[in-house]
């Protein structure tokens, strides 16, 4: 371990220096005076600083006093955890309290005494070589801590996304679905549901392959995802070759509005499907909207929006159809989702 000595007289700093070489301290460093010493710690003239493990200071010296010396270690940031040793011919109460004061670790009295000199010397090295590997270990946690933190985050992401589409999955769509509807019945205000189906897609997968498939697929879900943008808006995979968007504060009206452009959009993609009577990849969307009441659940809600999809394709594809029967009256063919849920955090909304 590196240890400075600073003290003004030759015969002091070369009688320690040699003291301590003797008992095996091989990287031993001096310095004149105080401002030799701190140029030598913090770098001076674009120099970067040396790295030392002690400091033995006398405490009497022109220009910077050990004191100060101290004091100024004790000030820099990445110098602080040096103990400082100072050396007094005076160990009156006041210069030890100035001394301490300033972030000295311990006093030798001068002339220094060998083997008390030794014992204080291994102590301060004792305490650094502690303060040292307490710091390893605190770097090491704070890593070991951000490591663990990318990695959660990187499961959540996993957890909640379509690996294909990167929108999010239909197990993250019933959770915000679940939450949409609680919150709607709350505020007392509209939701709305759109049921999105990739027109003819599995004539396209036969003709372009599966591999373009998934790219086709990539690409819409861009653009769905890209036109959703507003807050409370989110589209997600539901399975297959479906997405569904959910549109909070949205009416039954504007809900048609936001399919018709999802769908122009696709359409004019111009990804080409030959197997389709348009000539190009489009989708067909159902819509439906209400005001959830309390105690009720979103099941009835994705039941017209599916009843409206089976509308849209029944009735030639590529276009957008509002459900606008009675959702009570409706057979319910989804499995029904409770409203009780804990809310998600905000960072999974979009």
Same mark, same amino acid.
């Given at each position: ?18 003291? #301590? ?5 091989? @990287?031993?460093? &001096? =310095?004149?005076?105080? +401002?030799?010493?701190?140029? %030598? !710690? ?112 990187? #499961? ?5 996304? @379509?690996?294909? &589409? =990167?929108?999010?999955? +239909?197990?993250?769509?019933? %959770? !915000? ?174």
């Amino acid at each position: 371990m590196a240890i400075l000595i600073v003290d003004d007289q030759q015969d002091v700093r070369e009688s320690l220096r040699f003291l #301590l070489e003797a008992q095996g301290y091989s @990287d031993v460093r &001096t =310095a004149g005076c105080g +401002r030799d010493a701190l140029d %030598l !710690l913090h770098g001076a003239n674009g120099t970067p600083g040396t790295t030392v493990d002690l400091v033995i200071t006398d405490v009497s010296m022109p220009g910077l006093s050990g004191i100060e010396v101290c004091q100024e270690i004790k000030a820099i940031p990445h110098l602080r955890d040096i103990p400082v040793l100072v050396i007094t011919g005076r160990a009156d109460d006041a210069v030890l309290e100035r001394a301490f004061a300033a972030g000295a670790h311990d006093f030798i009295p001068k002339p220094a005494d060998p083997p008390e000199l030794l014992a204080r010397v291994r102590s301060a090295l004792n305490l650094k070589h502690e303060l040292d590997q307490r710091k390893a270990r605190e770097r090491e946690l704070v890593e070991v801590t951000d490591r663990l933190r990318r990695l959660n985050d990187e #499961l959540r992401r996993v957890a909640i996304l @379509d690996e294909l &589409t =990167a929108v999010p999955n +239909r197990r993250f769509f019933n %959770l !915000l679905l679940r939450q949409e509807w609680a919150r709607a019945a709350r505020e007392v205000h509209p939701l709305s549901l759109l049921l999105i189906d990739v027109d003819l897609f599995k004539g396209y997968n036969d003709r372009y392959g599966h591999p373009a498939g998934d790219a086709c697929l990539a690409r819409i879900a861009g653009t769905l995802n890209t036109l959703a943008r507003r807050p409370g808006d989110a589209v997600a995979r539901y399975g297959g070759e479906e997405f569904a968007a959910l549109l909070a504060h949205t009416s039954a009206r504007g809900a048609a509005t936001v399919g018709e452009a999802l769908r122009t959009a696709v359409e004019g993609l111009n990804l080409e499907h030959t197997g389709s009577p348009f000539g190009r990849v489009t989708i067909s969307a159902g819509v439906a909207a209400t005001v959830p009441d309390r105690g009720s659940a979103p099941d009835r809600l994705l039941a017209a929006a599916d009843n409206a999809l089976y509308e849209a394709k029944s009735a030639g594809r590529n276009r957008v159809v509002v459900f606008e029967g009675c959702m009570d009256a409706l057979p319910v063919a989804f499995t029904p989702i409770p409203v009780d849920v804990t809310p998600l955090p905000d960072t999974l909304h979009r």
